[in-house]
């Protein structure tokens, strides 16, 4: 059984950061690409980055690109997304996902999510 557990969120205020983690359990972790996603309220869940199994094709929606950073630790079962320059559109809950294969197309499984706010 697989499951994802995520850290990290908060409260912090526009221009701040958060680093965001989760832990993986259930399958080999090193074969699957994993993501984030977020869920504003009143809006559907979005794509926010993706990796694949042994971290040297990252994908970012165009929305966070060059302020957020997808990284993994193989060893550790982890994965992270660094999230910089803070906006209050990023407000949402994250949610890690594990893909289906070791390139990432579509989650498999889902964390139950963590609140990021941003706000001053």
């Known amino acids: 059984q697989v499951q994802l557990v995520e850290s990290g969120g908060g409260l912090v205020q526009p221009g701040g950061s958060l680093r965001l983690s989760c832990a993986a359990s259930?399958?080999?972790?090193?074969?699957?690409?994993m993501g984030w996603f977020r869920q504003a309220p009143g809006k559907e869940r979005e794509f926010v980055a993706s990796?694949?199994?042994?971290?040297?094709?990252?994908r970012y929606t165009d929305s966070v690109k060059g302020r957020f950073i997808i990284s993994r630790d193989n060893a550790k079962n982890t994965v992270d997304l660094q999230m910089n320059s803070l906006k209050p559109e990023d407000t949402a809950v994250y949610y890690c996902?594990?893909?289906?294969?070791?390139?990432?197309?579509?989650?498999?499984?889902w964390g139950q999510g963590t609140q990021v706010t941003v706000s001053s």
């Open positions: 990796i694949s199994w042994r971290g040297y094709t990252t």
């Open positions: 259930g399958r080999t972790f090193s074969t699957y690409a």
């Open positions: 996902a594990q893909g289906t294969g070791p390139v990432w197309s579509s989650p498999a499984y």
